[in-house]
């Protein structure tokens, strides 16, 4: 079947660095998004990665390993406002999207 | 108005009751979808469109029956709903169904079933 794990829940401090990683296991591969999502709004895209390596936007940063399967989202200078659930989500073969279920992010002054 | 956008916002329905739910989107975008999302569990995409046409239905129960009257608009109509439908119904649209642009997300709709 087709999986995508990331942590449920992680804690930082304000100011800080975070890694929210990502494993998954999918028929086939066409890219790997991370989407944002506050409480109670919807999900909003925050980087696509298609080839290995690390894209940089800003104060995020999303790597991407094909071969093992691996993500990881990289939030620098961690503001308040970056408390929310991050969304790790896979294309498949198909260009279908199997979402992970989110890892919410909780910011502590 | 910009972007994606759903009416109502909050629905609370009985189970005997139909209702519809409106998405919009105004950034010229071919593709549109519906997605559930339930508490703690990922995004489940129940129907998609690419230029008004059906090309995705993810075994979505027949009480729930999408409408996709053009490329800017996208309909779900609700009959005869279960409590378990309860969740938030979130529309999403993308420049051509392939994603690699990623999906730009309504507001949602927070349905409950009573």
């Given amino acids: 079947g087709q999986n995508i794990d990331q942590p449920t829940e992680m804690t930082a401090t304000e100011g800080a660095i975070v890694q929210i990683n990502c494993t998954y296991q999918t028929s086939g591969f066409n890219g790997l998004f991370w989407y944002q999502q506050h409480a109670g709004e919807a999900p909003t895209f925050l980087s696509y990665n298609v080839l290995d390596g690390l894209e940089e936007k800003g104060r995020f940063s999303s790597f991407l390993s094909r071969s093992k399967g691996y993500s990881y989202l990289l939030l620098k200078e961690l503001q308040m406002k970056d408390s929310a659930s991050y969304l790790c989500v896979v294309a498949d073969s198909n260009y279908q999207l199997i979402w992970g279920a989110g890892t919410k992010l909780i910011i502590k002054p | ?114």
């Fill in chain 2, 1 to 114: 108005e910009t972007g994606v956008t759903q009416t109502p916002r909050h629905l609370v329905m009985g189970m005997t009751n139909k209702k519809s739910l409106k998405c919009e989107q105004h950034l010229g975008h071919n593709a549109m979808y519906w997605y559930k999302q339930s508490a703690k569990k990922p995004l489940e995409l129940m129907f998609v469109y690419n230029f008004k046409e059906q090309t995705e239905n993810n075994s979505v129960p027949s009480r729930f029956s999408p409408e996709c009257p053009n490329s800017s608009h996208l309909f779900l109509h609700l009959h005869t709903l279960q409590p378990e439908d309860s969740a938030l119904y979130l529309c999403a649209s993308s420049q051509g169904e392939t994603v690699s642009e990623g999906q730009y997300f309504g507001p949602g709709t927070r349905l409950t079933v009573t």
